[in-house]
């Protein structure tokens, strides 16, 4: 009986682990980047005021997006993007952004050092 009860709950915990792992959030699929902001920044519907900010590529569920975090570590902004292939890896952490009607700066991507990607924000 105890060989029974035993086999039981081994099995138990092997079909809970990969329901466990289902329920986790979010993955890094990117290094974070830290950017110093002289001016305002929008990203998504989030205006960012200047100063020091990290930049991280996560997917939760199947979507990627690109996750802003402040000083303390807390997210302060969080758009949808998309993986758009480079020539050559990055030397150089940046960001790229266009202005919109009024003169705002709109975030467009982001390049982290290293990588041979750009993660381009969705904007659909």
């Known amino acids: ?32 980047a830290d950017f110093h902001l002289s ?9 960012l005021q200047p100063g020091e900010y990290k930049f991280q590529c996560v997917m939760f569920g199947d979507k990627e997006f690109l996750v802003v975090t402040n000083d303390d570590g807390r997210e302060v902004a969080r758009v949808p993007c998309r993986p758009e292939e480079l020539k ?3 030397e150089l952490s940046d960001f790229r952004y266009s202005r919109n009607q009024t003169g705002a700066a709109i975030l467009t991507a982001v390049r ?11 904007t659909d």
């Open 1 to 32: 009986m105890t060989r029974i009860l035993s086999i039981a709950v081994a099995l138990v915990g092997v079909i809970a682990l990969p329901a466990l792992a289902a329920d986790q959030p979010s993955h890094a699929i990117s290094p974070k």
């Open 39 to 47: 001016h305002e920044l929008v990203v998504g519907t989030t205006t």
């Open 88 to 90: 050559a890896k990055v």
């Open 112 to 122: 982290i050092r290293g990588e041979k990607i750009a993660h381009v924000v969705v």
